[in-house]
T-cell receptor, first 112, second 115 residues
Framework: GENVEQHPSTLSVQEGDSAVIKCTYS??????FPWYKQELGKGPQLIID?????GEKKDQRIAVTLNKTAKHFSLHITETQPEDSAVYFC???????????FGRGTQLTVWP | GAVVSQHPSRVICKSGTSVKIECRSL??????MFWYRQFPKKSLMLMAT?????????EQGVEKDKFLINHASLTLSTLTVTSAHPEDSSFYIC???????????FGPGTRLTVL
């Protein structure tokens, strides 16, 4: 089955700096790559996603890039704010109908 | 749009009792719903996939007789933890699909504590 690796596991940045989280996947059949933000005690919230027919997608301060050849995709958060502090999960879908395969998560801490 | 609710948000029960958790898609119809379990500081572990009107598909190692799943309508799926034991204590999260290929929207989760 699909295997998704996510790095780093923890990331600390100063408010206003950028944060980058990287994921790799193993199954070339995967074609859907969402990113979720999970705050403590809450369910994951879909923040951005990308499909394999595009290489980059941006939504205000967040962007996702995809390199299908290398099988990796990344989340970029610019001008970070303390409220961006949370656990971020990447996932890959499309290889098994409806199912998502998740990375292990990245704890992002933004210091004021 | 794409709001998923779960009820209850927290439940404490005695060992040996059964607990039912409801998952609802509030503003869209979900042909498929997923149930996950999450341990502290860990990733999401898929337990089962449920399709409306058919039997759920369980992941390897998940006891289907212990974790009963019913997907009775396009907006409601339930997970019943039967004969709960302290090791079943966990954060249970559902998600609903159907808005687009492979897209999943998550509920807020249910914290189960078995005494």
């Amino acid at each position: 089955g699909e295997n998704v690796e996510q790095h780093p596991s923890t990331l600390s940045v100063q408010e206003g700096d950028s944060a980058v989280i990287k994921c790799t996947y193993s199954d070339s059949a995967s074609n859907y790559f969402p990113w979720y933000k999970q705050e403590l005690g809450k369910g994951p919230q879909l923040i951005i996603d990308i499909r394999s027919n595009v290489g980059e997608k941006k939504d205000q301060r967040i962007a996702v890039t995809l390199n299908k050849t290398a099988k990796h995709f990344s989340l970029h958060i610019t001008e970070t704010q303390p409220e961006d502090s949370a656990v971020y999960f990447c996932a890959a879908g499309g290889s098994t109908l409806g199912r998502l395969y998740f990375g292990r998560g990245t704890q992002l801490t933004v210091w004021p | 749009g794409a709001v998923v609710s779960q009820h209850p948000s927290r439940v404490i029960c005695k060992s040996g009792t059964s607990v039912k958790i409801e998952c609802r898609s509030l503003d869209f119809q979900a042909t498929t719903m997923f149930w996950y379990r999450q341990f502290p500081k860990k990733s999401l572990m898929l337990m089962a996939t449920s399709n409306e009107g058919s039997k759920a598909t369980y992941e390897q190692g998940v006891e289907k007789d212990k974790f009963l799943i019913n997907h009775a309508s396009l907006t409601l799926s339930t997970l019943t933890v039967t004969s709960a034991h302290p090791e079943d204590s966990s954060f249970y999260i559902c998600s609903a699909g159907g808005q687009g290929p492979d897209t999943q929207y998550f509920g807020p989760g249910t914290r189960l504590t078995v005494l």
